[in-house]
């Protein structure tokens, strides 16, 4: 058990749609990051929050957001929902803010579009 | 929850022996490797990390080699078992005080009994 916690763990819903998944970090790390991946890719980066601000943004699509909260819980956004956004959505979260930090990951939420 | 569903590279070793799974990384200028195991419905698992000042490490079972000359990284696994079957798949932070990392796709190792 890594420690990070993510709910829903599986997710349908239908293209247009809005969802939000959350994601809790191990206790005491600063750090909160997401990942998509999809069955064709590895893990692709999408964005990463340190102590409630954002530090780094990778491939994320202005469709989606995401905000990390005092208490460092952390969710993603993602609107407009169209069939390619359907994949494994993952949150890590590491210690603080040096980027040489091992992250450790949940299991992820499946997001389904239909 | 694995990392690629159809078209992954499979490692196929005997229980008991040795396992070598490869990354080619993508930039010169990474400072920070991660190898991960990710189970079939789990999310990532940390294995061993290295630095680009090091060129091995070794953890419980596992050594982690980085060849900087040739973006080369490898994850060697001693005394394969079966609860080691997973997908592997290595990350580089690409430095420059950057927080985003890159995720290879990943190598499925089968341990047969």
């Known amino acids: 058990d890594s420690g990070v916690t993510q709910t829903p763990k599986h997710l349908i819903t239908a293209t247009g749609q809005r969802v939000t998944l959350r994601c809790s970090p191990r206790?005491?790390?600063?750090?909160v990051y997401w990942y998509q991946q999809s069955l064709d890719q590895g893990l692709q980066f999408l964005i990463q929050?340190?102590?409630?601000?954002?530090?780094a943004k990778g491939n994320i699509l202005e469709r989606f957001s995401a905000q990390q909260f005092p208490d460092l819980h952390s969710e993603l956004n993602l609107s407009s929902l169209e069939l390619g956004d359907s994949a494994l959505y993952f949150c890590?979260?590491?210690?603080?803010?040096?980027?040489?930090?091992?992250?450790?990951f949940g299991d992820g939420t499946r997001l389904s579009i239909l | 929850g694995e990392s690629v569903g159809l078209h992954l590279p499979t490692l196929s070793v005997q229980e008991g022996d040795n396992s070598i799974i490869n990354c080619a990384y993508s930039?010169?200028?990474?400072?920070?490797f991660i190898w991960y195991k990710q189970e079939s419905g789990k999310g990532p698992q940390f294995i061993i990390d290295?630095?680009?000042?090091?060129d091995k490490r070794q953890g419980q079972r596992v050594t982690v080699l980085l060849n900087k000359t040739v973006k080369h990284l490898s994850l060697q696994i001693a005394a394969t078992q079966p609860g080691d079957s997973a997908v592997y798949f290595c990350?580089?932070?690409?430095?420059?005080?950057?927080?985003?990392?890159?995720f290879g796709t990943g190598t499925r190792l089968k341990v047969l009994a």
């Open positions: 206790s005491g790390d600063l750090s």
């Open positions: 990350a580089e932070n690409i430095g420059a005080g950057t927080y985003k990392y890159i």
């Open positions: 930039n010169s200028a990474s400072d920070y």
């Open positions: 929050y340190y102590n409630g601000e954002e530090r």
């Open positions: 890590a979260s590491s210690v603080g803010g040096a980027p040489n930090q091992p992250q450790h």
């Open positions: 290295i630095r680009s000042n090091m």
